[in-house]
């Protein structure tokens, strides 16, 4: 069955925490993990994938992590054809300190690519968290799944599972 494919964005190694975690959860026969930083060179690593976690995380104000700076702006130059690929993302923010701009590198990432053609799935309730406001809501929910290691490691663990669960209906080889 299609393997997944995670990449992930990081820069003092939170997302990276995060992204091990569903990794080592998933198990290697299930997905592949690669860091934006030293395993990828282009989007076709990407490509080569029909079901994809993405992990970024939110810096400035709002922003996505850099790692991910080159590959958002290939893809929107190059525009490929990402109909076909199911994709769910997750990121870590700070919902007290930058609670302005909560996670806003996911409703980023999602506008580039369901522009591309993606389905993005793995939406989450906004309930169980505090914060005064987000760009990565659409229709009422978060568009992926917003952990915060800075006020709130204790509900990390939980929330990776809750998701993961939630993403069997998505992604087939999850739900093997
Ligand atoms: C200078 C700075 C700016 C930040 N801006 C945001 C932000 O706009 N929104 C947010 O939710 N979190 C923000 N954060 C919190 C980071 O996203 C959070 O610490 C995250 O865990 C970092 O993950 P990483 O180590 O994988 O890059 C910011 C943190 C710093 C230090």
Not at 84 to 112: E, S
Not at 123 to 131: C, G, I, K, L, R
Not at 145 to 150: A, Q, T
Not at 158 to 170: P, V, Y
Request: aromatic share 10%; glycine share 10%; with cysteine.
């Amino acid at each position: 069955m299609a393997k997944i494919g995670i990449f992930y964005g990081s820069t003092s190694g939170t997302t990276e925490e995060i992204a091990e975690k569903i990794h080592e959860e998933l198990g290697e026969d299930v997905c592949d993990l690669y860091n934006m930083e030293e395993d990828f060179d282009d989007v076709d690593y990407l490509l080569k994938y029909d079901y994809l976690l993405l992990g970024c995380s939110t810096w400035g104000a709002g922003e996505f992590q850099n790692d991910w700076r080159d590959p958002l702006f290939d893809m929107e130059c190059e525009q490929p054809d990402l109909s076909g690929k199911t994709i769910a993302l997750f990121g870590p923010g700070d919902c007290t300190g930058h609670g302005k701009h909560f996670v806003g590198a996911l409703g980023i990432l999602h506008d580039v690519l369901k522009s591309l053609g993606a389905t993005i799935v793995g939406a989450v309730s906004t309930e169980d968290y505090s914060f005064e406001q987000s760009t990565a809501i659409r229709n009422g929910k978060f568009v992926g799944l917003p952990l915060d290691n800075v006020n709130e490691s204790d509900k990390t663990d939980q929330r990776i599972a809750d998701w993961l669960e939630l993403l069997k209906t998505d992604f087939p080889v999850l739900a093997s």
